[in-house]
């Protein structure tokens, strides 16, 4: 079972493992520096539907498909989905689970979703709730802006602190055993408001929830930065990590020698994101396509997953209310 440690981490007795994971992107993020490692690259932004609503629903679901053929299972072989996306209701990740017939849990956490989704099913599995379960998020640049940016001929400049809402899908396969890479700890992040009220900003209002969560994760863990291969976050982007380096700098700690963020690694500066990449997609992709691959080649070892999102929706920000951060993290071991 399960072992508390200080305030907030949770240590897994026996460390769930991520058997296989995948990740489908879009053509814009297949042109970054991190295309190699992608499964799949569509260069149809509609994936075969009639809607961006329903791409981002058949992305996802052909990851989760994808990720599944790679554990070497069938889709009966799972006991449960976890998967969130930045949707009203979550409908991306609905409609993609619906033919599954499995139990579904859909999660909300902004661009914090995969982190949440992967800490949720290894405390299900550690716990003996379920035994194999698949973890997924996803994001659609059009889906995305056609909830929050509607209508999208409208012409609204973006500031340089905007983020790119990626066109991205990563789903993980978790088990009891299978695999070298386990997720040893996590720790659920607290939501944490500084009166940030631009949508265009959101690096600004994540960044100080990531600063909570891996404060409270090295003090709880008696570990410092350099005791990881590398810590990530996603996706905080240039904005956000700059932020993030400043606000543990002040408080004698220091992550440069072994961070990345997701939003940055996503995309090449010729491809003018602004600040770089967002969404519940972003860091999955990222991490189930790049990161995960990794350790599974023996490059990394010990990894800090930090999923970072901004708690807003289009009625929120109309009426003018702050947007709140929160951070999710997993840690992610490999085994000798």
Not at 126 to 145: L, N, Q, V, W
Not at 185 to 214: Q, R, W, Y
Not at 225 to 254: E, M, Q, S
Request: hydrophobic share 40%.
């Amino acid at each position: 079972m399960a072992k508390r440690l200080g305030k907030r981490t949770i240590a897994f007795q026996q460390p769930p493992a991520i058997m296989a994971s995948a990740a489908i992107v879009g053509e814009k993020e297949g042109q970054g520096p991190l295309g190699q490692f992608f499964d799949v690259v569509s260069q149809d932004s509609h994936f075969g539907q009639k809607s961006w609503e329903l791409a981002e629903s058949e992305m996802q679901k052909q990851t989760i498909a994808l990720a599944v053929e790679k554990a070497g299972l069938q889709m009966t072989d799972l006991d449960c989905i976890l998967a969130g996306d930045l949707l009203n209701q979550c409908i991306g990740s609905s409609l993609a689970s619906v033919e599954a017939h499995l139990p579904y849990l859909g999660l909300y956490g902004a661009c914090s979703t995969m982190a949440q989704g992967l800490a949720l099913g290894a405390a299900l599995i550690d716990g003996g709730a379920i035994r194999k379960a698949a973890a997924a998020a996803s994001s659609h640049f059009c889906s995305a802006e056609r909830q929050y940016r509607f209508p999208l001929a409208y012409g609204g400049q973006r500031p340089p602190t905007a983020q790119w809402t990626a066109t991205a899908a990563g789903a993980a396969i978790l088990a009891k055993g299978g695999s070298k890479i386990r997720i040893t700890h996590a720790i659920f992040g607290e939501m944490v408001d500084m009166g940030v009220k631009d949508a265009n900003n959101m690096g600004s209002a994540m960044a100080p929830s990531a600063c909570d969560t891996l404060e409270h994760l090295f003090e709880d863990t008696h570990t410092q930065p350099t005791d990881y291969d590398r810590i990530l976050t996603g996706d905080l982007a240039a904005v956000g990590a700059d932020l993030l380096v400043t606000l543990l700098r002040k408080d004698g700690i220091d992550i440069t020698p072994v961070y990345s963020d997701c939003g940055s690694l996503l995309y090449g500066s010729e491809q003018d994101t602004h600040a770089g990449g967002s969404g519940c997609g972003c860091s999955a992709a990222v991490v189930c396509g790049h990161i995960l691959r990794d350790m599974e080649q023996g490059t990394l070892h010990k990894v800090i997953f930090a999923g970072t999102g901004a708690l807003m929706s289009p009625t929120s920000l109309q009426q003018g209310q702050s947007i709140a951060g929160i951070c999710h993290a997993v840690v992610l071991e490999r085994a000798n």
